[in-house]
């Protein structure tokens, strides 16, 4: 293992940084992280909103109990003890009326979920029947023939599930995890996280709640880490090329031009890319998440996570702030559509939402709030794009593909990225 090699980390979000951590633990120091943005972080970062001197995150992400690598990633810099784990329980609002699903802690998979399922009031006597049907296909099976070219709702529909139960709880799952709608998503993706959180570990359920910002949690120990060790992060610093040299690899920048042994990309964008890469990668699209924050004048939640139905939100989680009585991360997947609307129009759509689906919000007042736009979230992974993601080791030699597109079976999310980021570090002493 040449620990000397010069490798370049092209990307410095939650793949970047886990792939560059992970290299610095095995000992790699001639090891150079850019960032094409102003700083770290990616679509997983916090920023302070001037008006509450709140510090809030560029969107809510849910970390479940099944994020291995996330966990092992927090350890490694330091901030593992900085999240709070829940065991999975949600509040379902529909139209005034509040129902729940709970997976009893201390039941073994797959009985803590049927338990949670046949306890709940959210599910009818018949929809847990089928439900139970399809969480035993995908314990054992049998699957459908040809299940991985099917969308979600191609699957729901062959395991003879009926509509008001995939409207209840597939749905709402499959939005939360793929950020895409059930007749886009591939069916892959669904079986694999139902696996990995309802039918692995019995913490695997488990919410894990940051106790900080996204960045607190997950950008800044870890370059903490890097620097510790001589490692800098570049910021400011777009790849405009890479191409295959007589010394391994020409990196281009605006202005100057850097070479190394290897490079390991962990982009969206894959203009930089040498072009017979670029030629194999599938056609993509990407899908938008529409985050919101209202500051609001009364607590109206005492529990961590609320689902709502028939509504365009999709997801609450409340927190504490020193500015209101308490704030609400509001969150709707697949949102292209909601995200051509106004600031205002935005907010007066949710919190129309809110008030349909709980009636002790129309009592409260908004007193601050914010809007925020991914419209690049995450690719999105139909059937088509999840069997052609591309993997980690590329055609070309010693250039390692380790973004949200590369093939890991899971969707495009932290664990995902992560994953990824130590899968590519594994990689560099075999090559």
């Given at each position: 293992m040449d620990l000397?090699?010069?490798?370049?980390?092209?990307?410095?979000?939650?793949?970047?940084?886990?792939?560059?951590?992970?290299?610095?633990?095995?000992?790699?120091?001639?090891?150079?992280?850019?960032?094409?943005?102003?700083e770290a972080g990616g679509r997983t970062r916090s920023y302070l909103d001037p008006k509450t001197g709140d510090l809030i995150d560029n969107g809510q992400h849910l970390l479940m109990g099944c994020y291995t690598k996330t966990l092992e990633y927090l350890k490694l810099i330091g901030s593992d003890h900085l999240i709070e784990r829940v065991p999975l329980s949600i509040r379902f609002h529909q139209s005034g009326v509040t129902q729940i699903l709970r997976v009893p802690p201390d039941s073994e998979p797959p009985f803590n979920l049927l338990a949670g399922m046949w306890s709940s009031n959210?599910?009818?006597?018949?929809?847990?029947?089928?439900?139970?049907?399809?969480?035993?296909?995908?314990?054992?099976?049998?699957?459908?023939?040809?299940f991985e070219e099917m969308?979600?709702?191609?699957?729901?529909?062959?395991?003879?599930?009926?509509?008001?139960?995939?409207?209840?709880?597939?749905?709402?799952?499959?939005?939360?995890?793929?950020?895409?709608?059930?007749?886009?998503?591939?069916?892959?993706?669904?079986?694999?996280?139902?696996?990995?959180?309802?039918?692995?570990?019995?913490?695997?359920?488990?919410?894990?709640?940051?106790?900080?910002g996204l960045s607190e949690l997950l950008i800044y120990p870890a370059i903490s880490f890097m620097q510790k060790e001589g490692v800098q992060v570049t910021c400011s610093m777009p790849v405009r090329s890479i191409e295959r040299s007589e010394d391994g690899f020409t990196v281009a920048f605006d202005d100057h031009t850097e070479t190394f042994d290897l490079v390991i990309y962990t982009g969206q964008e894959f203009d930089a890319l040498p072009a017979g890469i670029q030629q194999?990668?599938?056609?993509?699209?990407?899908?938008?998440?529409?985050?919101?924050?209202?500051?609001i004048d009364r607590a109206i939640f005492d529990t961590p996570v609320h689902a709502f139905l028939d509504t365009t939100l999709q997801w609450a989680f409340p927190r504490a702030s020193d500015f209101s009585s308490q704030r609400l991360a509001l969150t709707v997947s697949a949102a292209?559509?909601?995200?051509?609307?106004?600031?205002?129009?935005?907010?007066?759509?949710?919190?129309?939402?809110l008030c349909a689906a709980i009636p002790e919000m129309r009592s409260a007042a908004c007193i601050h709030y914010q809007i925020i736009r991914e419209k690049r979230a995450t690719p999105l992974l139909t059937p088509?794009?999840?069997s052609k993601r591309p993997a980690l080791r590329s055609p070309i030699p010693n250039l390692i593909l380790a973004g949200d597109l590369a093939q890991n079976g899971i969707p495009a999310t932290i664990e995902g990225a992560i994953r990824n980021g130590w899968a590519a570090a594994d990689l560099v002493p075999e090559l």
């Open positions: 000397s090699r010069r490798i370049a980390v092209i990307g410095a979000g939650v793949g970047g940084l886990s792939t560059a951590t992970s290299l610095v633990q095995r000992g790699y120091k001639n090891l150079r992280v850019f960032e094409a943005r102003k959210l599910l009818t006597a018949k929809e847990k029947f089928y439900a139970t049907e399809l969480g035993l296909a995908v314990e054992s099976g049998p699957l459908p023939n040809g969308t979600c709702i191609e699957l729901f529909r062959a395991l003879k599930q009926p509509q008001s139960l995939i409207h209840k709880l597939w749905e709402p799952i499959v939005l939360a995890t793929t950020n895409s709608a059930i007749d886009q998503a591939s069916a892959v993706l669904f079986v694999n996280v139902f696996r990995e959180v309802f039918l692995g570990e019995r913490e695997a359920s488990d919410f894990l709640i940051p106790t900080v194999g990668l599938p056609d993509r699209k990407y899908s938008t998440i529409v985050n919101a924050y209202f500051w292209d559509e909601l995200s051509a609307r106004t600031n205002e129009e935005i907010r007066h759509i949710l919190w129309t939402d088509s794009i999840q």
